[in-house]
């Protein structure tokens, strides 16, 4: 494609592949290049370069070698998929393609359950029916997006709760494409009031006002003003808001 780019606008240069599998044998080239003056654009395409691919192995080493790398930002998977999923942007992850194998798979989904933001993924379209199984199973019903083939002409962006996507390419099998999975953030945890008030009672009865809140803030993730508000209640015998 972009040999093609550059055939289309004029442009006379020397292309040569640069991926996972020939990367430790081509930088050293690439370096060499580099320190001899010349100027080298790394492309994708995919979308932006260096994100979850080899190149900023190359990016790191051309740093050290106190070359200059400057930025020409490309279409990026994961901020389309993020801006057409529906789901909260505000915070999010992404954390790259998840493991092939069921079990490797399902220990790094329970690594990331409990991050609170939005997880975005990327996985192959093979594998596609069999990581939505497991991220149902260890993630739960949570709300999330299969987006497919982005900005090209057969782009799909597919919403639903995590066990009906599940279900939906069980049935249909592997989609074609490209392929980039947004998963909702988990549901906040309701607090304990009552449960909040017990662990107060029991530790103003030995320890100081100011400890007592700062543990059972700690220890419930509540808000501390919420929790030192119920504690001076308890104290002066209100038994509590």
């Not at 100027?39 to 106190?66: F, H, K, M, N, Q």
């Not at 993924?121 to 596609?128: H, K, V």
């Not at 709300?143 to 057969?154: D, N, Q, W, Y």
């Not at 009672?201 to 220890?219: H, N, Y």
Request: overall charge neutral; glycine content about 8%; hydrophobic content about 45%.
């Amino acid at each position: 494609m972009a040999a093609r780019l550059l055939q289309h606008i004029g442009a006379r240069t020397t292309v040569a592949n640069y991926h996972e599998h020939n990367a430790a044998r081509a930088r050293p080239d690439i370096l060499r290049r580099l320190a001899e003056g010349q100027v080298i654009a790394l492309t994708s395409d995919a979308g932006t370069p260096l994100i979850s691919d080899p190149g900023y192995r190359l990016v790191d080493e051309a740093l050290e070698a106190g070359v200059p790398v400057r930025a020409v930002p490309g279409p990026s998977a994961v901020i389309a998929a993020l801006s057409v999923s529906g789901l909260p942007t505000d915070r999010f992850m992404f954390v790259g393609f998840p493991p092939p194998k069921q079990a490797a798979r399902r220990s790094f989904l329970a690594e990331v359950a409990g991050i609170a933001a939005t997880l975005v993924l990327y996985e192959s379209p093979r594998r596609l029916p069999d990581c939505l199984r497991d991220m149902a199973a260890v993630l739960g019903d949570r709300p999330a997006a299969v987006a497919r083939e982005l900005t090209k002409l057969h782009e799909e962006v597919r919403r639903g709760g995590l066990p009906d996507l599940a279900d939906h390419y069980a049935a249909e099998g592997p989609p074609k494409g490209e392929i980039v999975i947004i998963v909702g953030p988990p549901a906040a945890a309701e607090t304990d009031w009552a449960a909040i008030d017990r662990e107060l009672a029991d530790r103003l009865t030995r320890e100081s006002l100011r400890d007592a809140v700062d543990a059972v803030a700690a220890g419930s993730g509540a808000p501390r003003k919420a929790v030192y508000r119920r504690a001076l209640a308890l104290k002066d015998g209100d038994g509590g808001a």
